[in-house]
């Protein structure tokens, strides 16, 4: 093993000069300083074990692209940050492949999920015992489609007086309806 004082680039600068032992001692090293990182993101250990070799792997393939001159932990990191990219766009992608479309899902589904349980009609009776000025305002909005601006208008009221009227209106429906 390398002498505990020697650092990661001289480790490097080392074994591209053809030193095994050195090369060893920073390869194991590396593993050291990347596995804590990657055991606290992936939950299965023979994962972390499986993208630290794909990583060490890849150092190994691009160790010629390391200037001497320059520290070597970025580099590595730069490595295994795409490693590790490669690997979650892999394991999502599996994933993927056994997902319901949602054009399926869709097909299943009864009837039309974006009609409501209840429409203007059907609530007629309890709008008509609100007091006038929000009965008139739910009517104007729900069942004849006017906007708030435009209700605001018709009856001589601000545009945020008809909305917290509004408002007000459907708290007390609510309350109703849910009797």
């Not at 949602?102 to 609530?123: C, H, K, M, Q, R």
């Not at 009221?157 to 008809?162: D, K, P």
């Amino acid at each position: 093993m390398a002498d505990q004082n020697d650092s990661l680039e001289a480790l490097m600068r080392r074994s591209l000069n053809g030193d095994q032992r050195a090369y060893s001692a920073l390869l194991k090293e590396t593993s050291r300083l990347l596995r804590p990182y990657f055991s606290r993101r992936l939950s299965n250990p023979s994962e972390v074990d499986d993208l630290i070799q794909e990583i060490l792997l890849s150092i190994h393939k691009a160790r010629h692209t390391y200037d001497g001159c320059r520290p070597y932990k970025p580099w590595a990191w730069a490595i295994a940050k795409f490693r590790f990219q490669d690997f979650l766009r892999a394991h999502y992608a599996d994933q993927l492949r056994g997902a319901l479309d949602f054009d399926e899902i869709e097909e299943t589904l009864p009837g039309d999920v974006t009609e409501t349980a209840f429409g203007y009609e059907s609530i007629h009776a309890e709008v008509q015992k609100l007091p006038e000025k929000q009965a008139s305002i739910v009517q104007l909005m729900h069942q004849d489609g006017y906007t708030a601006k435009e209700v605001a208008e018709k009856m001589g009221m601000n545009e945020s007086a008809v909305k917290v009227a509004a408002h007000r209106a459907y708290k007390v429906l609510k309350k109703m309806l849910e009797k």
